[in-house]
């Protein structure tokens, strides 16, 4: 079964203060660290499973700038044969434009698949819809939020969908088909900086993301400013050393009488 | 004629409280709401709409995307296309907002919450929730929406003393995927929706070995220890003790909340909480916003003298 595989460099932000331009035009990512998309470590290492049960092989693909050749290289070191790095300049914030692109080189460049996969959604952008918008523009079935895949048949799949609260919907899914894989499938492997090293050696190849734009694949938002969230009223914040703030938040816990 | 369609969003015969939103957003709008539903009755005030449509699809049939598309089809056929379509920001929501977008060749925007009615511009988070972005469409088209919950609920009004019932027959694409079960998660002895006092930690614990360490912290205490989705994750805590919108929602007496950002999600399932209190070592993190205290930290080095003065 060969699998194409997306991925995605984005910054992590969780502990970052970030700052907005002035005109709130643009938000200032230049000291922020840079990784692969978490999901996409539970994309790639699905289907490096199924190619060691199944056979097959697995091909990387990232849209984005240069430095998205980082995520190729942990992908390659994760098990995938190849990568394929879609050059563009500037980010494309339209999950439309990025699904148009993807389908376009996919196409063009006649990279053949049994399965697509991606994560469910990217952690910069948080728009999850990228694989889905490709699936109904290849015209292929699709499901998003992947949580397990119990069985491999000939033309079709039986998979795990998550849904809200703990349930879970289990559907059988024709093949081909594009699936955005959830967190929490399987435990991505350990990717050493010398397996980093090795997949280094392995070839990737270079596009440009102008061959891939004919057809319609403009954008079809604009982000016009970048602004902070509300304010709401916020935490009181408990103030002093730390041993003064934990005898405060027992304080608390006491005064709620949770606590004897 | 101009008018928003919404899609709503029923599970296991329940309509999702998350729809209100859905209501919310098409009242701003002001024009025409038209309701997009499943077969079957469900308690839904009929006054929100204008205009109800049912499909002849069971629910595990309708909230499949490549059902939901035909029958937009139909919908379109009969009514002409709506200026919006919008849906849940859920797993089935979301899922099917990405096809509708894709099928249709349509704009879409995500968890959106909120609106600039003078720019015609939707509000929609980015970067862990540290930011918002406000967006356009670039085109004149319809655009798909799906809608964070919490954000338009109290927008709701009654519009009409009884609206339009109209039916379409919606064919099926049984042989690209098809339902088969829910599958429920397994029953544990420990329910954290019981507890009266939760521990919850999150990312930030940074290490499996801490993790006995905030079970014993959590028995002196006589709290549960709950936690976030990246903990369930890596598999540090089993996924029954998992808060947010993919685990259980809570409503203890006291949430401790250890390390945990506050992504959206996670907020969905504890914001009811009587007291929140926040530990995190990021004073922007937006859990602070929905706690009622918080504290700067390492939540490690916390957690020792917690348990150092608690023992003392």
Redesign the interface.
Request: hydrophobic share 40%.
């Given at each position: 079964m060969d699998i194409v595989v997306l991925t995605k460099r984005v910054?992590v932000?969780?502990?970052?203060?970030?700052k907005?331009a002035q005109d709130g035009s643009s938000?200032d990512l230049s000291r922020v660290p840079f990784r692969m998309n978490d999901w996409d470590n539970?994309a790639i290492e699905e289907a490096v499973r199924i190619c060691e049960r199944h056979g097959g092989a697995i091909t990387g693909v990232s849209i984005g700038d240069m430095e998205s050749d980082e995520v190729l290289r942990r992908a390659i070191a994760m098990g995938a044969k190849d990568g394929c790095l879609v050059e563009t300049k500037g980010i494309i914030?339209?999950?439309?434009m990025r699904?148009s692109l993807i389908k376009n080189f996919i196409e063009k460049e006649g990279i053949s698949f049994n399965v697509i996969f991606g994560g469910v959604q990217a952690?910069?952008?948080?728009?999850?819809?990228?694989?889905?918008?490709?699936?109904?523009?290849l015209k292929l079935?699709?499901?998003?939020?992947v949580i397990g895949i119990d069985e491999i048949q000939e033309n079709h799949m039986?998979l795990?969908?998550?849904?809200?609260?703990?349930?879970?919907?289990?559907?059988?899914?024709?093949t081909p088909?594009v699936l955005s894989i959830q967190?929490?499938i399987n435990?991505p492997r350990y990717v050493s900086i010398m397996g980093i090293r090795k997949a280094s050696k392995v070839e990737r190849k270079y596009f440009k993301a102008e061959q891939y734009l004919e057809g319609?694949a403009?954008?079809?938002?604009?982000?016009?400013?970048?602004?902070?969230?509300p304010?709401?009223e916020?935490?009181?914040?408990?103030q002093g050393e730390?041993?003064d703030?934990?005898?405060q938040?027992?304080g608390?816990?006491k005064e709620?009488?949770?606590?004897? | 004629m101009s008018y928003t369609l919404i899609i709503t969003e029923i599970r296991r015969g329940q309509f999702e409280e998350r729809n209100l939103d859905l209501f919310g957003l098409s009242h701003l709008m002001d024009k025409p709401t038209y309701v997009l539903c499943p077969e079957g009755t469900y308690p839904i005030n009929e006054k929100w709409a204008d205009v109800i449509i049912t499909t002849g699809l069971k629910e595990e049939e309708f909230l499949m995307p490549m059902n939901i598309c035909k029958a937009l089809e139909k919908v379109f056929e009969r009514f002409n296309i709506s200026d919006e379509i919008i849906l849940t920001h859920s797993s089935s929501g979301t899922e099917c907002a990405s096809y509708i977008s894709g099928y249709f060749a349509l704009p879409v925007i995500t968890d959106v919450n909120g609106i600039n009615k003078d720019s015609n511009g939707f509000y929609k988070s980015y970067y862990s929730d540290k930011v918002y972005g406000e967006f356009v469409t670039t085109t004149p088209n319809t655009i798909v929406l799906t809608v964070r919950s919490g954000s338009f609920k109290d927008k709701v009004k009654e519009k009409s003393e009884a609206p339009k019932k109209e039916k379409i027959d919606a064919p099926l694409a049984e042989d690209e995927r098809s339902f088969i079960e829910y599958v429920e998660e397994e029953k544990t002895e420990i329910d954290i929706t019981k507890a009266e006092m939760l521990l919850s930690i999150g990312r930030g614990v940074g290490n499996k070995d801490e993790i006995p360490s905030y079970e014993e912290l959590a028995g002196i205490m006589n709290a549960t220890l709950s936690c976030s989705r990246p903990v369930v994750d890596k598999l540090w805590l089993p996924k029954a003790r998992q808060v947010g919108q993919s685990g259980k929602t809570v409503r203890p007496k006291v949430y401790l909340a250890m390390g945990i950002s506050g992504a959206f999600q996670h907020i969905t399932g504890m914001k009811d909480s009587e007291c929140i209190i926040a530990v995190n070592k990021d004073p922007e993190a937006p859990i602070f916003q929905y706690a009622h205290y918080g504290i700067v930290g390492d939540m490690n080095k916390i957690k020792d003298k917690l348990k150092e003065l608690l023992k003392a």
């Open positions: 910054p932000t969780q502990e970052e203060e970030l907005i938000v539970y914030q339209d999950p439309f699904a952690e910069d952008d948080q728009f999850g819809v990228t694989c889905g918008i490709l699936a109904a523009m079935p699709f499901s998003s939020m039986i795990r969908r998550e849904l809200e609260g703990g349930i879970q919907e289990r559907i059988k899914i024709k088909c967190s929490g435990e319609g403009g954008s079809l938002i604009d982000v016009t400013r970048w602004f902070y969230p304010k709401k916020g935490a009181v914040m408990l730390m041993e703030t934990c005898r938040l027992l608390i816990l709620k009488g949770v606590l004897q | -």
